[in-house]
C-alpha cells in the first residue's frame, strides 16, 4: 500500500519556523520525484517545493525561495520541509507528493500520489 505521510503542521507566529516531514512506504523512493503542494481557503492548489527522483536537484516557488529548504533521508524515506521566516500568507494545508514525471513534471496533474495534508498557520 502507497502511503505518504505528513507531520509537522501547527501554530506559529509570523517570522517563527515549522520543519514538515513525508514519510513514504509502497513504492521505490529513488524513482520519484517527491515535494510540497500548498492549498489555502479559497485559493487553487500550488507547488511549493519539490525534490528529483534521485535526490540531487531541487524546485523552489518564488513565493518561498530563500525561505524554504527541502531535503531528504534516504535510509528514511522521508523528505522533510524545513519552513523558515514564515509569513501569514504561507497558511494553508501542505500536501506531500509524488510524481513519476520528475522534478520537471511536478504539476497537479501528474501526481500520482498525495499525503492527506497538514495544517500550517501563521498568526501575524
Known amino acids: 500500500e502507497v502511503q505518504l505521510v505528513e507531520s509537522g503542521g501547527g501554530l506559529v507566529q509570523a517570522g517563527g519556523s515549522l520543519r514538515l516531514s513525508c514519510a513514504a512506504s509502497?513504492?521505490?523512493?529513488?524513482?520519484?520525484?517527491i515535494g510540497w503542494f500548498r492549498q489555502a481557503p479559497g485559493k487553487e492548489r500550488e507547488g511549493v517545493s519539490c525534490i528529483s527522483e534521485k535526490k540531487t536537484s531541487t524546485y523552489y516557488a518564488d513565493s518561498v525561495k530563500g525561505r524554504f529548504t527541502i531535503s531528504s533521508d534516504k535510509s528514511k524515506n522521508t523528505v522533510y520541509l524545513q519552513m523558515n521566516n514564515l509569513k501569514p500568507e504561507d497558511t494553508a494545508v501542505y500536501y506531500c507528493a509524488a510524481t513519476f514525471f520528475g522534478i520537471y513534471g511536478f504539476e497537479r496533474s501528474n501526481i500520482d500520489y498525495w499525503g492527506q495534508g497538514t495544517q500550517v498557520t501563521v498568526s501575524s
Open positions: 509502497g513504492f521505490t523512493f529513488d524513482d520519484y520525484a
